[in-house]
Structure formats: structure tokens, C-alpha cells
């Protein structure tokens, strides 16, 4: 049975449809990469999955339950984390006060603020500032920690790459393989192909709403990418 | 000698401004919520005092530890079955909410007290004193209320600071939808704010209640000192609020010294002068969200 298993998602922002009867599974301790170009729906899908925004149609069952309901504060106690887009930091808490605030579901598991640290070297050398006083990369490497330290089963990563240097990214991606290694699902979302497939067992590629493309990343050529990236 | 004892009890004044200032304070520093029936609610804990009191024989220093849960208690059904159903519906819903709540307030109180002053008893304690020196001394009741406000203002830091409760506050506050993210209910932080709120109002208005008369209607002042003391401190800062509770008592003692009937027009004029030169207030929250 898969870890998530969204089928038939509507999601509407007004009168605005963003998402089309998507169909999403990700088998516990798997890596999907979901990629498209902006306004692809790949953000609000992630926001439907952790209770952000609500889904119009369709279900979304996490663990063979159906969660399609339940606000976002009571889908963290299940195993769902979110690191959002923007990062949201707490901007008047300090870095470690933030990853405490990530962590108040008390779900047992592998991550602490010790091992949240030893992933990432970033983060643990501005432990003590505040949230408002980092750069983009800290920042983003703060989020995902914040989000460990809720333990959850499926992390949800939004954009991990946007606007931050090469540099800083390949940090930021060389923790994965220590948060994969702890079996853990997950689902990121990109607008950087070459990162995703590197990560992700599979990739599924989101255009205005729908999936144009699947597979694993070893199957899919660069042309069919990139015709189902911009649809042409 | 006369300047110094207007300093001293005009900082014994300011505990009291302080105390009833960190309710508003910690509500509008989580929420935003800035709750006009602040002064009405801490009427309201007087006259819940002065019912126990007068219901059981009990002195007023006991009702206390009985009207603060209750006021907490208050505090926490307000939050979910008024203030949390007007925060989607932007910034003038909850103020004109807590209007309302105060007229509401104000009137239940006249129709079951009558607009009769009261106040209520403290035995020998109200005029008891302490003498320092020469011509100036310090009343009982009024250094234990400066005790009390700053021992509030003090905990409630910690609290804020230090707890982890303390700590959804400051990210509810900063960031209420990512805070969900984080398997809080924001909307249970508020209440549990708000609860903690009305407490330190319940212990403010048993002061209020014992240092002199009340009615229905004392309310209205009260939220204006308060408000004041929040302005004068800082918004959202509560070393800001005990600050600024001083800052007003100070001003009105001093101005009492000058001329009796000058002391409210001072605390006021100070109170203008300082949102004129220093809108931030004299100690501004570090990040502003």
C-alpha cells in the first residue's frame, strides 16, 4: 500500500481551478520529484496534501486513512511535514527556538536538535540568531530541519532550490540521503530538474494542473522533459 | 522632599498601571487584538470579587486566588466564542467585538450592582504604612500591588521567553498558518493567551477594587491608562509595558504635586509627547513582523 495516495485532486482558488483531477502515490521511503514550470500546480499540491488549502474534489488517504478533512495542525501528528514556500521562518525566534516549534507534536522518531545540526553544519552555526537575520540558504536549511523535527513519515519540500546560489543547494541536497536513510518519504517539489532527478526514484511533471509526464528519472529523456515542462 | 515623594508613589502607581497593562499588552503582542473591554473586564473581576466576598465572609486577599482561574476561565471562552471567529475578518472585527463586549459588560454589571460605588474591603491594610524618612512613607496596599505588577510582568517574560507554550505564542504571532504547519492550533495558542491575559486582568482588578471605589462605569478610564502604559512602552513589549505603567504614574504624581487637580492632564500630555517624538515606544519589540 502507498504512503499517500491522492486521486481525483480538484483545487480552486476562487473561481480559479489550479489543480485537475490529480493523481499522486508515493510508496513509503521513496523520493517523488514533482517538477513543472510556475503555475504547474506543484506548490498548491503540496499545500492540499499538509491542509493549507482545501481540496475541491477528490480524496487524499495518508497511511490508507483518508485526510482530505483534517486541518493542517492535526495532519503533523500523523507523520506529515511541510517545509513551506518562502520558507517561513519565525522571523523573532531564534534558529533553535524555531526548530523547537517544529518539534511540538512530539512525534517519536530518529531526528533531534542534535542530529538536525550534524545534517546540517548551516544551520548549527546560527543556532542562537534570530530567524529574521539569515540568509536565504540558512533559512532553507532551517526550514527542513524544523520540519525533521516534527519525525515525519512524509516530508513535504517546497522549492528547496528557488533563489538561493549553486553552492548553497548542493548543501542543502547533500542532507537528503540522511533524511531518505531514515526511510523516510519524501515529496519535493522543484523548478530545478537536474536536482530532482538526481534525488527522486520518480518524477512526475505537472502542466497548468495535470500530469503531462512520469517515470523514473533513468527512463525519461531529456527532450520528453522538456517538452512536457513547457507543453509543446 | 515633596518631588521625591511623588516620584516614589508615582512609581507605586505605575505598578498598578503596569499590572493592568500586561494583559492588554500580551494580547495585542499574540494576536493583535487590541481588546477594549479591557477596563470593563477588570471591573467585571472586582465585582466577581466583591460577590465572593460578600457571599462567603472570606477576606479579599482570598477571593483573589478564587477570581483569577475565574477570570482565566473568562478569558478562554471570550477567545473561543468571540475574538477567534473575528480574526478572518480583518483588523476593525475583533475591536469593534471587544466595543461591544465592554458595553455589554458595563451594563450587565449596572443592572445586577446598580451604578453604587463600591470597593472592597481591606481591613487596616488601605491606610497602613510604611514611613522611610522624614515626610515620606510608603502605603502597604500600594507597594504590594507594585510588587504584584512587577512580579506579573516579570513571570509573564519568562513565561514568553522560556515555555514552550510562551514559545507558540511568539510564532503564532509572527506567522499564525505556518504555525499549523507545525501541529499547533493557533487558535488554541489565542485562547490559552487570552486565559493568561484575563488572569493577570482578574488580579489587576481586585487591586484596582481594593485601593478605592468602583463602579459600572470605571472601566472606561482604566482602558485608557492601560492602553497608555502599552503606547508609552512599546507595543507588544512587556519590559515596554512595566516601563511605561511608571513612566504614567510618574507623570500624573508629579503633576497631582504641582496642581491636584493636574495629575490625569499631565499623564496624558506625557503619554501625547512620547507618541509625537517616539511613535515605537521607549522599548520597540527587536524584529517587527
Known amino acids: ?232 | 522632599m515633596v518631588w521625591i515623594n511623588a516620584l516614589v508613589q508615582g512609581i507605586l502607581l505605575g505598578g498598578l498601571y503596569a499590572l493592568l497593562a500586561a494583559g492588554l499588552s500580551l494580547m495585542f503582542g499574540v494576536m493583535r487584538i487590541v481588546n477594549l473591554a479591557h477596563g470593563a473586564l477588570a471591573v467585571l473581576a472586582a465585582y466577581i470579587g466583591l460577590a465572593i466576598v460578600q457571599a462567603t465572609g472570606i477576606s479579599s486577599w482570598l477571593a483573589i486566588v478564587a477570581v483569577v482561574p475565574i477570570m482565566a476561565a473568562v478569558g478562554y471562552v471570550l477567545q473561543w466564542g468571540i475574538f477567534n471567529r473575528t480574526l478572518s475578518q480583518g483588523g476593525l472585527a475583533p475591536l469593534l467585538a471587544a466595543f461591544g463586549l465592554s458595553v455589554v459588560i458595563t451594563q450587565l454589571l449596572q443592572l445586577k450592582f446598580t451604578a453604587d460605588s463600591r470597593s472592597l474591603p481591606t481591613g487596616d491594610l488601605s491606610i497602613a504604612s510604611i514611613h522611610i524618612t522624614g515626610d515620606l512613607s510608603i502605603g502597604v496596599l500600594p507597594l504590594i500591588t507594585f510588587v504584584a505588577g512587577v512580579l506579573v510582568i516579570f513571570g509573564l517574560q519568562m513565561f514568553i521567553s522560556k515555555a514552550p507554550l510562551g514559545r507558540a505564542m511568539r510564532a503564532a504571532s509572527d506567522d499564525p498558518a505556518t504555525v499549523r504547519l507545525m501541529g499547533i492550533d493557533n487558535r488554541q495558542v489565542y485562547a490559552l493567551s487570552t486565559a493568561i491575559a484575563l488572569g493577570t486582568v482578574g488580579l489587576a482588578g481586585m487591586f484596582l477594587g481594593m485601593r478605592g471605589n468602583f463602579d459600572p462605569y470605571y472601566g472606561g478610564a482604566m482602558l485608557i491608562f492601560a492602553f497608555e502604559a502599552v503606547i508609552i512602552g512599546g507595543l507588544g513589549s512587556l519590559w515596554g509595558t512595566l516601563v511605561g505603567g511608571m513612566v504614567l504614574g510618574v507623570a500624573q504624581a508629579i503633576g497631582s504635586q504641582i496642581n491636584p487637580s493636574y495629575g490625569i492632564l499631565i499623564g496624558h500630555l506625557v503619554f501625547l509627547v512620547i507618541l509625537a517624538f517616539r511613535p515605537t515606544g521607549l522599548l520597540p519589540k527587536a524584529v517587527t513582523t
Not at chain 1, 520540519?147 to 519540500?157: D, G, Q
Not at chain 1, 536536482?195 to 512526475?204: E, H, I, L, P, T
Request: glycine share 10%; aromatic share 6%.
Open chain 1, 1 to 232: 500500500m502507498s504512503l499517500l495516495s491522492v486521486s481525483g485532486l480538484d483545487v480552486h482558488y476562487g473561481d480559479f481551478q489550479a489543480i485537475y483531477g490529480l493523481d499522486v502515490t508515493v510508496e513509503e521511503g521513496k523520493t517523488l520529484a514533482v517538477i513543472g514550470a510556475n503555475g504547474a500546480g506543484k506548490s498548491t499540491l503540496l499545500k492540499a496534501i499538509a491542509g493549507q488549502v482545501p481540496a475541491t474534489n477528490g480524496t487524499i488517504s495518508f497511511d490508507g486513512a483518508d485526510i482530505g478533512r483534517l486541518p493542517s495542525y492535526k495532519r503533523v501528528p500523523l507523520g506529515i511535514a511541510l517545509t513551506p514556500e518562502g520558507r517561513r521562518i519565525f522571523p523573532s525566534l531564534t534558529i533553535e527556538e524555531n526548530l523547537l516549534v517544529g518539534a511540538h507534536a512530539k512525534r517519536k522518531g530518529p531526528w533531534n536538535l542534535t542530529k538536525v545540526y550534524d545534517a546540517f553544519p548551516l544551520v548549527s552555526d546560527r543556532r542562537a540568531r534570530l530567524g529574521a537575520n539569515l540568509s536565504g540558504g540558512e533559512q532553507q536549511a532551517a526550514a527542513i530541519g524544523r520540519a525533521l523535527m516534527s519525525n515525519p513519515r512524509l516530508l513535504l519540500l517546497d522549492e528547496v532550490s528557488l533563489g538561493l546560489a549553486p553552492v548553497v543547494i548542493e548543501q542543502i541536497y547533500a542532507a537528503l540521503p540522511a533524511i531518505t536513510g531514515q526511510g523516510t518519504t519524501v515529496l519535493v517539489v522543484e523548478q530545478d530538474v537536474n536536482q530532482s532527478m538526481r534525488v527522486a526514484d520518480r518524477v512526475q511533471c505537472l502542466l497548468e494542473g495535470r500530469t503531462v509526464l512520469e517515470g523514473a528519472p533513468a527512463d525519461l529523456t531529456r527532450d520528453q522533459i522538456a517538452s512536457a515542462y513547457f507543453g509543446i
